[in-house]
């Protein structure tokens, strides 16, 4: 074919903004000891915690991270915000690659929120002494300023200024979080990563504590993304869900797609686990058959093969890459029989 005769090229796609965050093959390990026993056992002496994690977050989106224990979810917030060494990858953030130490001002801008408020906040600093320390080593605002934009954050965060010379043992668990949460955005973060961020509280404030959440990113046009293992919670915050399985990102797709469609196994057995709350007694199908393996020795070929029930021998051999469906770009799934008749479940 002469190039004279080679159709005009098609118009570029509309393109998506860049993310605001995004993780490329991001890999971190941890080495654990080299006890006789482990060396015996010839086992592996390094731990994959976060396995070649491709990843987009953008900018104004909530993101849910979900997954079983031990899937990474927390590995991986804490490799975005810098607390834990790459072993591998790279994290661009607004259009730079972020180097291994970063800046300042780039620390800054991505916070994380912690499960645990206590262990997160100093015990020894009242409130208002840890918020003008805070915007002072950062020199969020002039000096004259601290009083006032410390009240400013409590106000935002549902606190009054009573709260400034209290410590931190003096709050409920649902206002110490309130309190972890003024920190976090006392540096004016573009990025909130938030790990469990109610799990660790009495179920009465729970609600109060992600209805803040949303209401801040509303108001202050912050990127969220959520760790959370209540897909109900999920559901009800989230515009786009990643799913994360022994150190790796195994679906990625709208909330809604993800609900009405979901394309991996273990995103069908993570759904089917919910409990149904319109039949009584049904507390939920049991979430997949058997425990995840350990990441010190994670299967060769699909990951998820040794409890998945679709798998063939074919998932022995090659591991499934993470592959967008050729019917909706914003959906991708790394499983061999994704958007295929093949992958879909049995009716029944
Ligand atoms: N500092 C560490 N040293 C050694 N192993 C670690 C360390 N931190 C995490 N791990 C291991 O890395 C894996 C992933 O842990 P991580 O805490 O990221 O999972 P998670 O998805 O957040 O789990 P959970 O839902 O229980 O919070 C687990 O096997 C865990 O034991
Ligand atoms: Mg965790």
Do not use: W
Not at 92 to 101: E, K, N, Q
Not at 154 to 172: N, T
Not at 291 to 317: H, K, N, V, Y
């Amino acid at each position: 074919m002469t190039a004279a005769a080679l159709p005009a090229p098609a118009a570029p796609p509309a393109r998506e903004p860049e993310p605001l965050l995004s993780a490329t093959d991001l890999t971190v390990t941890f080495g654990l000891g080299s006890s006789i026993a482990a060396r015996l056992r010839h086992e592996a002496r390094v731990l994959r915690a976060v396995d070649g994690v491709d990843l987009e977050i953008r900018r104004g989106e909530a993101l849910a991270l979900v997954g079983e224990s031990g899937s990474g979810k927390s590995t991986l917030a804490r490799a975005l915000t810098g607390l834990v060494p790459l072993a591998k990858g790279e994290i661009r953030f607004d259009g730079r690659v972020l180097p291994a130490r970063r800046k300042h001002s780039d620390q800054r801008r991505i916070q994380m929120v912690f499960q645990d408020p206590y262990s997160s906040l100093n015990p020894r600093l009242t409130v208002g002494s840890m918020l003008a320390e805070l915007l002072r080593v950062h020199h969020v605002v002039p000096r004259s300023e601290v009083g006032s934009f410390s009240r400013e954050l409590l106000g935002l965060v549902g606190l009054g200024e009573d709260a400034l010379p209290a410590y931190p043992r003096q709050f409920s668990g649902g206002q110490r979080q309130r309190v972890a949460i003024a920190r976090a955005l006392a540096l004016r973060p573009d990025i909130l990563l938030a790990d469990e961020p109610v799990s660790a509280l009495d179920v009465s404030v729970q609600a109060t504590i992600l209805n803040l959440l949303r209401d801040l990113r509303a108001e202050l046009g912050l990127t969220l993304m959520l760790i959370s293992h209540n897909l109900a919670v999920v559901r009800h915050l989230c515009d786009r869900v990643a799913v994360m399985y022994l150190g790796r990102i195994i679906e990625v797709a709208p909330t809604e797609t993800l609900f009405s469609n979901p394309q991996h196994p273990y995103t069908r057995g993570l759904l089917a686990a919910i409990p149904k709350l319109s039949t009584a007694g049904d507390e939920g199908a049991p979430a997949i058959a058997g425990d995840p393996p350990s990441p010190l020795r994670i299967p060769a070929g699909c990951r998820f093969r040794t409890r998945c029930p679709i798998a063939e021998a074919r998932c022995e051999q090659e591991d499934p890459a993470l592959r967008i469906s050729a019917d909706d770009s914003s959906h991708s799934a790394a499983c061999h029989f994704a958007f295929s008749a093949a992958g879909a479940p049995a009716a029944g």
